[in-house]
Nanobody
């Protein structure tokens, strides 16, 4: 079955960096676009970044453009989110997502807290 396991979250000061990882299994990873979402307390889950399957075309939510970079390693079945210049408003639970056979699959999430 499809499994997505996120890691790499934590507590970081404003201006700091984190790299999130999402290890995928149970499907042909290289054939599917991958997405990172985040959800802050009391807010809806929002799409942060996506990367296409083979060509690696990326797209970002406006507030993270220039600060976050999504990438993938198809040999390792892993997608990454490099987050730089972090701000308190980036505090949220971050989730990895894949849509496989028209079904949304989610990881358990990894918490990112940006605070001094």
């Amino acid at each position: 079955q499809v499994q997505l396991v996120e890691s790499g979250g934590g507590l970081v000061q404003p201006g700091g960096s984190l790299r999130l990882s999402c290890a995928a299994s149970g499907f042909a990873f290289s054939s599917y676009a991958m997405r990172w979402y985040r959800q802050a307390p009391g807010k809806e889950r929002e799409l942060v970044a996506l990367i296409s399957s083979r060509s690696g075309i990326t797209n970002y939510e406006d507030r993270v453009k220039g600060r976050f970079t999504i990438s993938r390693d198809n040999a390792k079945n892993t997608v990454y989110l490099q987050m730089n210049s972090l701000k308190p408003e980036d505090t949220a639970m971050y989730y990895c997502n894949a849509v496989v056979t028209s079904t949304d699959h989610w990881g358990q999430g990894t918490q990112v807290t940006v605070s001094s």
